[in-house]
């Protein structure tokens, strides 16, 4: 299945992130309250709202699939469809926000060491592109707001940047030179 990413399903899949992130709100609003996180899960540092999310959740969705969009024009400034590694990205990021989340509210302490683990596999895959952030902040969304995965997300993917151009290839360089 080719799925093309034009404006127009820009909007629609923007729309939809919105349409949910709204829906998710409004049922934390009918249970109680919006729930408030304190950053770095620590009480002396100020709370931040879920609320937030309705606001950042939707324009990084837009910023990812403009993104998307323009890394998959052809040289004939036609629309190439979304690649499968694009894909597998955002789910992959999806499903280990979602695992890490579970693991954060549970009484063990295995989402320290998945965590790590991240760093690793930052040397060989590219997990600092905008789809691998916006599966994981979606994913994060409803167990800690639109706020804290949108700042750890994005700190995240500046070390894994770091990681992956830098590190990487500092380290493949000294290997080429000491097979001369």
């Given at each position: 299945m080719n799925f093309i990413l034009n404006s127009k399903t820009k909007?629609?899949?923007t729309a939809i992130i919105t349409f949910l992130i709204?829906?998710?709100?409004?049922?934390?609003?009918?249970?109680?309250?919006?729930v408030s996180h304190h950053l770095l899960a620590n009480e002396n540092l100020?709370?931040?709202?879920?609320?937030?999310?309705?606001?950042?959740?939707?324009?990084?969705?837009?910023?990812?699939?403009?993104n998307l969009q323009k890394r998959n024009i052809s040289k004939d400034n036609g629309q190439e469809p979304i690649l499968k590694s694009q894909l597998y990205g955002f789910i992959g990021a999806f499903i280990f926000g979602i695992i890490m989340t579970i693991l954060f509210y549970s009484s063990l302490e295995i989402h320290n060491y998945?965590?790590?683990?991240t760093f690793a596999l930052a040397l060989?895959?590219?997990?600092?592109?905008?789809?691998?952030?916006?599966?994981?902040?979606?994913?994060?969304a409803y167990g800690f707001g639109g706020?804290?995965?949108?700042?750890?997300?994005f700190i995240l993917i500046v070390v894994y940047a770091i990681e992956y151009n830098l590190i990487r290839k500092?380290?493949?360089?000294?290997?080429?030179k000491m097979r001369l």
């Amino acid at each position: 299945m080719n799925f093309i990413l034009n404006s127009k399903t820009k909007g629609i899949l923007t729309a939809i992130i919105t349409f949910l992130i709204l829906i998710m709100l409004l049922l934390e609003h009918f249970r109680g309250g919006v729930v408030s996180h304190h950053l770095l899960a620590n009480e002396n540092l100020p709370k931040i709202s879920n609320w937030w999310g309705i606001l950042t959740i939707p324009v990084i969705s837009w910023f990812t699939f403009s993104n998307l969009q323009k890394r998959n024009i052809s040289k004939d400034n036609g629309q190439e469809p979304i690649l499968k590694s694009q894909l597998y990205g955002f789910i992959g990021a999806f499903i280990f926000g979602i695992i890490m989340t579970i693991l954060f509210y549970s009484s063990l302490e295995i989402h320290n060491y998945l965590l790590l683990l991240t760093f690793a596999l930052a040397l060989f895959i590219p997990i600092y592109k905008p789809e691998y952030y916006l599966g994981f902040i979606l994913s994060m969304a409803y167990g800690f707001g639109g706020i804290l995965p949108v700042i750890f997300g994005f700190i995240l993917i500046v070390v894994y940047a770091i990681e992956y151009n830098l590190i990487r290839k500092g380290f493949l360089f000294v290997l080429s030179k000491m097979r001369l």
